[in-house]
């Protein structure tokens, strides 16, 4: 299954860039309760997260690795679980004199045994209802970027 998403989004490539690792960050500390520092989330970093799901009990490791880190042009990052393996390119394309952000994003999954993957109407379903997810949760992003931003500028013209 593959989704991509396309949004204009009114923040830089290097300050969307940021947020996003920022992000990742605080992601990777809530599940392994560790601290990383933003030079460490780069090509080639990775980490493993063990979960139980609270209806089935069913138990997941996820192997998280980051196969390509270039601010602010690209990011990309796999996840694996014995299920399927999915990877999300993250692209920042400066527009309007680097002001705006062309952002790319691609979710390729792919399964270990192809009899999982939805098929017929549940596929276009699952994908369509997963765009959207994504589109609200970019937008989402974006809002809650410029507003650190914001707060950001607030605090400095404040010293």
């Known amino acids: ?23 990742i ?5 809530l599940d392994l309760d560790v601290h990383v520092e933003r030079e460490q989330i ?3 970093y990775t980490h493993r997260v063990s979960t139980v799901d609270k209806k089935t009990g069913k138990s997941t490791r996820t192997r998280y690795t980051i196969k390509d880190a270039k601010r602010p042009d690209r990011f990309v990052v796999v996840f694996s679980t014995a ?3 999915t990877k999300i390119t993250y692209e920042f ?3 309007e004199n680097g002001e705006k952000t062309d952002f790319h994003y691609v979710m390729e999954k792919t399964y270990g045994n192809p009899s999982q993957e939805p098929k017929g109407w549940r596929a276009k379903m699952s994908q369509k209802m997963t765009k959207s997810r994504l589109v609200r949760s970019i937008k989402a992003s974006q809002k809650d970027c410029l507003a650190k931003l914001n707060a950001e500028e607030e605090s400095e013209e404040q010293e």
Do not use: A, C, S, W
């Open 1 to 23: 299954m593959r989704i991509e998403v396309n949004e204009v989004l009114k923040v830089t490539p290097q300050d969307f860039y940021d947020y996003m690792i920022d992000t």
């Open 25 to 29: 960050i605080e992601q990777i500390e």
């Open 42 to 44: 780069k090509t080639g």
């Open 83 to 85: 299920e399927h393996t």
């Open 93 to 95: 394309k400066p527009l």
